[in-house]
């Protein structure tokens, strides 16, 4: 594949991450972000720009053989700061490809977009079973995200891949985490069987590590080619030593969406 991959949100956590390790991989990056990188690395080009700035993303698209878009406010806040960041920003990412004639686009979705869903007691949940149920402002610019990508995958015959993210941090710090967390190294592996899958069409996949409590189907994700490396349950000890064991019947852990569910995640509590 020519060109490099343009990456939205590049100077941010996943970012970060997958600045680190998509090189490894044989993908050659564009790197974009609102603030300037403090760390540009060998052979990364480096594009200063604001996501929402659609003539900005077009210049910063040309040439790219695919985008990966991760730019965005990353928790719930206002709405007016929300739809213009994560539904605008989302907007712009697509048409910048559209028009430059991207084929292909991996949407940083997350599981808040279907955050007020039951957690499967027992069993797995796949993503077809878990239709847009926002649990924030912050979700419904992501169920908006996962509806751009449908359209642009539907009307222009583009590929698009919508990453609904678990809780990716260098290690779980919350026994939720012990069943979301998504590992760096996973974040890198997710992300190239998103951009190598042959010809995935509109997909919707969810993004969580080989975690022993996982309640989350990876079969749609291991279809596109990603082979989880971690399992958060070796950090299980410390963590229920730490905060307890998880009360199922608490709305944390009986709720995909966890503590973004809870009346402290009013978006009125955000400025
Ligand atoms: C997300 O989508 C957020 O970006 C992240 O900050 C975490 O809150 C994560 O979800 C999670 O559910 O743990």
């Given at each position: 594949m020519s060109g490099p991959v343009l990456l939205?949100?590049?100077?941010g956590r996943i970012g970060t991450v997958l600045r680190g390790g998509l090189p490894e991989r044989g993908w050659a990056l564009r790197s974009l972000d609102v603030a300037p990188l403090t760390d540009v690395r060998p052979g990364e080009e480096e594009v200063v720009a604001d996501v929402t700035d659609l003539a900005a993303v077009l210049d910063a698209v040309a040439g790219a053989s695919a985008v990966v878009h991760l730019a965005g406010v990353s928790g719930e806040s206002t709405w007016p700061v929300i739809s213009h960041a994560n539904i605008e920003g989302t907007y712009c990412a697509l048409e910048a490809a559209r028009r430059a004639g991207v084929e292909r686009v991996v949407l940083a979705s997350s599981n808040h977009a279907t955050g007020y869903t039951p957690r499967p007691d027992g069993g797995l949940l796949r993503e077809v079973d878990a239709p847009p149920r926002p649990d924030t402002y912050y979700g419904v610019s992501k169920v908006a995200m996962e509806a751009l990508g449908s359209l642009y995958a539907d009307r222009y015959g583009m590929d698009v891949v919508c990453l609904r993210i678990g809780s990716a941090f260098p290690e779980p710090t919350t026994v939720r985490m012990l069943a979301t967390w998504l590992s760096p190294g996973d974040q890198v592996g997710l992300v190239d069987a998103a951009l190598r899958a042959p010809s995935p069409g509109f997909a919707v996949v969810w993004g969580v590590s080989?975690?022993?409590?996982?309640?989350?189907?990876?079969t749609a994700a291991r279809a596109l080619g990603y082979e989880p490396a971690d399992d958060a349950e070796v950090f299980a000890e410390a963590l229920v030593e730490a905060h307890g064991a998880p009360d199922p019947a608490d709305p944390v852990h009986r709720l995909v969406g966890g503590q973004y569910t809870l009346p402290e995640f009013d978006a009125e509590h955000f400025s």
């Amino acid at each position: 594949m020519s060109g490099p991959v343009l990456l939205t949100g590049a100077g941010g956590r996943i970012g970060t991450v997958l600045r680190g390790g998509l090189p490894e991989r044989g993908w050659a990056l564009r790197s974009l972000d609102v603030a300037p990188l403090t760390d540009v690395r060998p052979g990364e080009e480096e594009v200063v720009a604001d996501v929402t700035d659609l003539a900005a993303v077009l210049d910063a698209v040309a040439g790219a053989s695919a985008v990966v878009h991760l730019a965005g406010v990353s928790g719930e806040s206002t709405w007016p700061v929300i739809s213009h960041a994560n539904i605008e920003g989302t907007y712009c990412a697509l048409e910048a490809a559209r028009r430059a004639g991207v084929e292909r686009v991996v949407l940083a979705s997350s599981n808040h977009a279907t955050g007020y869903t039951p957690r499967p007691d027992g069993g797995l949940l796949r993503e077809v079973d878990a239709p847009p149920r926002p649990d924030t402002y912050y979700g419904v610019s992501k169920v908006a995200m996962e509806a751009l990508g449908s359209l642009y995958a539907d009307r222009y015959g583009m590929d698009v891949v919508c990453l609904r993210i678990g809780s990716a941090f260098p290690e779980p710090t919350t026994v939720r985490m012990l069943a979301t967390w998504l590992s760096p190294g996973d974040q890198v592996g997710l992300v190239d069987a998103a951009l190598r899958a042959p010809s995935p069409g509109f997909a919707v996949v969810w993004g969580v590590s080989a975690n022993t409590r996982n309640w989350w189907d990876l079969t749609a994700a291991r279809a596109l080619g990603y082979e989880p490396a971690d399992d958060a349950e070796v950090f299980a000890e410390a963590l229920v030593e730490a905060h307890g064991a998880p009360d199922p019947a608490d709305p944390v852990h009986r709720l995909v969406g966890g503590q973004y569910t809870l009346p402290e995640f009013d978006a009125e509590h955000f400025s």
